[in-house]
């Protein structure tokens, strides 16, 4: 094995075999899920008018991605990686041209939502699970936080891509875009990553969904580190869910903020944090994801306000040191399970956080949501804070 000094930074990242056509098929897959969740979003709202259905068809995958958890996630690291993302990345392409066929009744949509929805779920399982065996231990938390960037980056680009595309092909000739980006991601899976075994035995089932999460959740460390990358960072998905009714004129922007500071904090902790300070950074980083949204408690100027989400977003670079600790936490033929369940999790509790968030920000003002959720995100980090302190144990 080569020596994991080697991945230092960005140069020898993108010169270790394998890595770059994976950052090209995560590239491709968060640009091609973010052109055809516009456009699918557009596409039902001209055939129904209803705000509701149109989010959720645009964000309903994320929703879906509890059901994958609970039932798919043995086969990500049950099947061959290569072949596995490969077909998973063809099928989506398949189901995000469907709903462009003429005649496609708007109830049909959602059967593909879901698809869309389990299909990512195993594929967040696969892909990450691939990179913890393509790079070596010391190089996950660099080749992760550049993925994540990436994610990021595309996103912002989809969303102006899927603009564009929407207003010049219509919705239907973007889905279609968006179902090319998936087959040109499986071509890039099938031809860039090398044939691996898969990492465990046996056949995925649900039942080995629910064995493999059942030891996953047994170990006290590993529940620490999943409930740190869940509840207090989704609480704060939950005050950006606000962003739009506490400033409409200037959400764009503050979202944009919020972005910026994500990608900051992804590049430090990828880059710059030593393996010795990790364990002691986690703890900080989700207190300052937090405490800068104390501030909407006295309903700020929006000049304040950007400041604010700014410095906060900096803070979800924790996620990418307690994925480090879990990783650690858990054996190397559960690793793709083990972060799929992350991601799931995750997504699924951004979800409710937006939904509560917005619950309050009814009764309330969204300022005073924002500022209600914070304190719930600080007081669950102290909640957990002695867990995520522990020294790793010799077997998890």
Known sequence: MINSSLVRTYRELFRWPEFTPLFAVSSAQAAALTVGGLALSVLVYDATGSPLLSALSMFGPAFAHVVGAVALLSAADRLPPRGALAWLLAASGLCTAAPALPGLPVWAVFPVVLGLGLAGAVLSGVRYGL???????????????????????????????????????????????????????????RGGLAGRAPRARGRPSVAETWRGNALL????????????????????????????????????????????????????????????????????????????????????????????????????????LIQDRLLALTPDEIHGQALGLHSSGMMTMQGVSAALAGTVAEFTSPATAMAVLAAASIATTLALAPGLRAPVPATA
């Open 131 to 189: 990179l913890s065996q393509i790079l070596p231990q010391d190089g996950y938390l660099i080749g992760r936080s550049v993925l994540n960037a990436s994610n990021g980056i595309m996103q912002i680009a989809g969303f102006a891509l899927g603009g564009v595309l929407v207003a010049a092909l219509s919705a239907r000739g973007a889905l279609l875009v968006a179902a090319g980006l998936y087959l040109l991601a499986a071509c890039v899976a």
């Open 217 to 320: 959740w047994s170990s006290r460390p590993r529940r620490y580190a999943y409930l740190a990358m869940w509840l207090p960072n989704g609480l704060i998905v939950g005050c950006e869910a606000v962003l739009v009714p506490y400033s409409p004129a200037h959400a764009g922007w503050l979202l944009a903020l919020t972005a910026v500071g994500m990608l900051v904090g992804d590049v430090f902790t990828g880059r710059f944090v030593p393996p010795a300070w990790r364990a002691r950074l986690s703890v900080p980083l989700l207190m300052l994801l937090a405490v800068p949204y104390l501030v909407f408690a006295l309903d700020p100027a929006v000049g304040v306000a950007g400041v604010a989400v700014l410095v906060a977003s900096v803070g979800y670079g924790s996620t990418l």
